[in-house]
């Protein structure tokens, strides 16, 4: 059990008592999963739990064993956001969540337009002042103090979804549980994390962010969206 627990952070007091024990086999075998086994535990990692003021729920890893990095949205895949050109790059075009999230950062930083979110448009814009590493994305968030948690931390197949999200569940509720209900609110992308919300009392005394899945082209321009994530500036060097 110390193998699925080594680096989570003291702050947090995990409890995986809560996974079924067949599960919890499941994991110690650390095969026909992924993310690998030491990283299904990183969002718990590198950011305290008394730091925590948002937790964006995902849906589940990424399917992709490279691009699955044990945080939601991180694509571990991504070398860099932008490429020598200067538009996306492949890899972040591969990611159709990602791709959505970083134009929207784009046009809440009101460097793009609703009438031009074209590849010829993010070419001519000036990115002195941008980070482009996806690590420094996931940085930008933990120092907004965003927990990156999925519903479920860990992807078979797409007929497993499910099965997973209900296996954690209870650890997840309980993981969130722990925190401050006055100063954390949650973040609820697509209809995994919302149906988590609804369907848990424990979780509904916190305020949430509801919306789409980034998955959706209409993510991009929601009025909502750019808002609330306007202020987190998450582009920003």
Same mark, same amino acid.
């Given at each position: 059990?110390? %193998?699925?627990? %080594?680096?989570? @952070?003291?702050?947090?007091?995990?409890?995986? &008592?809560?996974?079924?024990?067949?599960?919890?086999?499941?994991?110690?075998? @650390?095969?026909? +999963? $992924?993310?690998?086994? &030491?990283?299904?535990?990183?969002?718990?990692?590198?950011?305290?739990?008394?730091?925590?003021?948002?937790?964006? /729920?995902?849906?589940?890893? +990424?399917?992709?064993? *490279?691009?699955?990095?044990?945080?939601?949205?991180?694509?571990?895949?991504?070398?860099?956001?932008?490429?020598?050109?200067? #538009? =996306?790059?492949?890899?972040?075009? !591969?990611?159709?969540?990602?791709?959505?999230?970083?134009?929207?950062? =784009?046009?809440? !930083?009101?460097?793009?337009?609703?009438? @031009?979110?074209?590849?010829?448009?993010?070419?001519?814009?000036?990115?002195?002042?941008?980070?482009?590493?996806?690590?420094?994305?996931?940085?930008? /968030?933990?120092?907004?103090?965003?927990?990156?948690?999925? #519903?479920?931390?860990?992807? #078979?197949? *797409?007929?497993?979804?499910?099965?997973?999200? !209900?296996?954690?569940?209870? /650890?997840?509720?309980?993981?969130?549980?722990?925190? %401050?209900?006055?100063?954390?609110?949650? $973040?609820?992308?697509?209809?995994?994390? *919302?149906?988590?919300?609804?369907?848990?009392?424990?979780?509904?005394?916190?305020?949430? /962010?509801?919306?789409?899945?980034? +998955?959706?082209?209409?993510?991009?321009?929601?009025?909502?969206?750019?808002?609330?994530? !306007?202020?987190? %500036?998450?582009?920003?060097?």
């Amino acid at each position: 059990m110390k %193998d699925l627990i %080594d680096g989570i @952070d003291p702050s947090w007091k995990i409890n995986l &008592e809560l996974l079924k024990s067949d599960y919890r086999d499941f994991l110690l075998k @650390d095969h026909g +999963y $992924i993310p690998k086994k &030491e990283h299904i535990f990183n969002a718990f990692k590198t950011l305290k739990m008394n730091d925590v003021k948002y937790v964006l /729920f995902g849906q589940d890893p +990424y399917p992709r064993a *490279k691009s699955a990095s044990g945080y939601a949205f991180i694509d571990g895949n991504v070398k860099s956001i932008f490429d020598k050109r200067g #538009t =996306l790059s492949a890899d972040v075009n !591969r990611a159709t969540s990602l791709r959505n999230f970083i134009k929207m950062t =784009l046009l809440a !930083r009101e460097d793009l337009s609703k009438d @031009d979110l074209s590849p010829h448009a993010i070419i001519a814009l000036d990115k002195s002042d941008y980070i482009n590493d996806i690590w420094q994305l996931k940085d930008n /968030f933990e120092k907004n103090g965003v927990l990156l948690l999925n #519903t479920s931390l860990v992807f #078979t197949d *797409k007929k497993s979804c499910s099965f997973h999200a !209900r296996a954690w569940e209870s /650890f997840i509720i309980d993981a969130i549980d722990k925190l %401050d209900h006055q100063k954390v609110k949650l $973040i609820l992308f697509g209809s995994f994390a *919302k149906s988590l919300y609804d369907n848990n009392k424990s979780l509904q005394k916190y305020d949430a /962010f509801v919306c789409e899945h980034p +998955y959706n082209i209409s993510f991009i321009t929601n009025n909502d969206v750019l808002d609330f994530f !306007r202020p987190m %500036d998450l582009l920003s060097v």
